[in-house]
């Protein structure tokens, strides 16, 4: 077993170190330890305690005078003295003393210009795969020559802050110091913790050193062109789903780059919600879930260990890990051309919304800065249904920079490749959440595939004055009738009210978000009720 010298770690007296150890090892270590049991077809099944899902209030970021004006502070990037991170970060240490320690050293970002060394550190081997599989795993000769990380990660899921102590909000701390290039987690086992803490520094390191838009968003790409499609959207809202198509190559499906070169995947893994995951509809994820693959708080048969994933008794934040080639598809390694299409992805519960509409650049960038959907229940703790909610760049909680940094770079890359923009709304139709019915997944992928092929552009298209929207009267594979949402509702009163409902959460949200955005990216959106 390769190992590692626990003086690098800062552990003063672990009682074993393990260096990127192979997945079977790890699943060995993982099943020896109580951390999990296999699955009918050899996965991994883990519950991470009341810890289902991310827990913002619990994220932090070290504020120092380097970084101090870079950072657009809120609700969102909370700031915690270097004082209190040191002091959490030494009892985290002095707390692995004695314990098993699992090493990953890993890459994020496909492209090797931009590709970041990360060393996570962890408490539980069952996390360590986690990461194994989620992370860019390096060949051997890359491991050899592996050298210093450039940000460390450490997990201790079993050390409990003390918020009275520590100033933390509760026994969990998520944080991120980006001058000492070091993130701590703990109290927290949910695994995605580690996946967006490392996100949210490649957000904040490539539009700073590399002018690279980082995006919340999955890609897959035409296998004769190689030119690229990006999907953006939040938990939920069909990332994973509709980028994973059999006649396109997945890039990934979560954490993306957009260079001067094209797309670039920042994972070697996906990590996929796993509630109602139905072999029919999503063939390549259900069989993704295989030996090596980590599955979290889903329900099982302890006597035949087959998984029900229409089982929600846990949270209806069941995830599956599995590295990106369990995908049959899937580009290795995780790049592709520029983007011919941008796909924006919302879960609209109000139902008003169409299923598809056409954006110009500055909708584009309102789209962009806006985010709307409806929050899943599950994706954070707390939420049992449909919010709607509105998240910065489809991603808010992990862009640490100002909202217009990433948006005008958006926009100039729409400018420069003439990239098309549709936003999709994979959401509720013939009413709100309650009362209507979501769309229907073939729908959306047909909408999708006219969107990829072009042919979309060959409808008449009709502008929505309400949201002030480019809507299709015709898509192949789709009933007209749904492509205007008020035609879909039978009462077409209560349509309008939802309608200026929603169009006035939008205004509000970007008034009170962005007083100083330019007044052409201001008006690109709705106009219902003015």
């Not at 003393?97 to 492209?111: C, H, I, P, T, Y």
Request: proline fraction near 7%.
């Amino acid at each position: 077993m390769k190992t590692l010298d626990p003086a690098k770690l800062e552990i003063k007296d672990p009682k074993a170190v393990y260096r990127n150890l192979s997945p079977a090892q790890l699943v060995e270590f993982a099943l020896r330890r109580g951390e999990g049991e296999l699955n009918s077809t050899g996965a991994i099944v883990v519950n991470t305690g009341k810890y289902t899902g991310r827990s913002p209030k619990d994220k932090f970021i070290v504020d120092t005078p380097g970084i101090h004006d870079d950072i657009a502070w809120g609700k969102v990037n909370r700031p915690i003295e270097r004082e209190k991170f040191d002091s959490i970060k030494k009892k985290v240490l002095d707390y692995m003393n004695g314990k098993e320690v699992f090493v990953f050293d890993g890459m994020a970002g496909a492209d090797p210009k931009y590709a970041k060394k990360f060393r996570v550190i962890n408490e539980q081997a069952a996390q360590n795969l986690f990461i194994h599989q989620l992370l860019i795993r390096p060949t051997e000769e890359e491991l050899e020559n592996y050298g210093e990380p450039d940000y460390t990660v450490l997990v201790a899921p079993g050390y409990k802050c003390d918020p009275e102590v520590d100033g933390t909000y509760s026994e969990a701390a998520i944080m991120i110091d980006y001058e000492a290039h070091y993130i701590v987690i703990c109290g927290s086992g949910y695994a995605g913790e580690i996946k967006k803490s490392i996100f949210s520094t490649m957000n904040f390191i490539l539009p700073k050193h590399y002018n690279v838009l980082p995006m919340h968003c999955s890609s897959n790409m035409d296998p004769e062109t190689g030119d690229s499609a990006i999907f953006f959207g939040l938990s939920g809202t069909g990332k994973t789903t509709l980028s994973a198509d059999p006649a396109r190559k997945l890039i990934g499906d979560d954490e993306h780059g957009w260079s001067e070169d094209g797309v670039f995947n920042f994972e070697g893994g996906c990590y996929a919600k796993c509630i109602d995951l139905d072999p029919e509809d999503q063939p390549e994820i259900f069989n993704a879930m295989k030996f090596g693959s980590v599955l979290e708080n889903v329900v099982m048969d302890p006597e035949t260990r087959v998984v029900d994933y229409f089982d929600g008794k846990y949270t209806e934040n069941t995830r599956g890990c599995y590295p990106v080639e369990y995908i049959p598809n899937s580009a290795i390694p995780g790049k592709g051309g520029i983007p011919k299409v941008v796909i924006f992805l919302t879960a609209d519960a109000f139902g008003v919304l169409p299923p598809i509409s056409r954006l110009s650049k500055e909708a584009a960038m309102y789209q962009f800065v806006t985010g709307f959907t409806s929050k899943l229940a599950g994706t954070e703790r707390g939420v049992t249904e449909p919010q709607p909610t509105f998240s910065t760049l489809f991603g808010e909680p992990f862009m640490p920079m100002n909202p217009r940094v990433y948006a005008e770079m958006l926009g100039e890359r729409i400018d420069k490749y003439d990239t098309k923009v549709y936003l999709v709304n994979t959401g509720w139709s013939g009413g709100s959440y309650g009362t209507g019915s979501r769309i229907k997944l073939r729908y959306t992928r047909a909408m999708i595939t006219a969107a990829l092929n072009g042919t979309i552009e060959n409808s008449e298209f009709r502008h929505n004055d309400g949201f002030n929207l480019e809507v299709p009267t015709s898509v192949e594979g789709v009933p007209s009738e749904i492509l205007d949402p008020r035609n879909a509702w039978e009462d077409k009163d209560a349509y309008d009210e939802t309608a200026r409902k929603l169009a006035k959460m939008f205004r509000d949200n970007f008034a009170e978000k962005y007083p100083d955005m330019p007044e052409n990216i201001a008006g690109a959106g709705p106009q219902l009720g003015l």
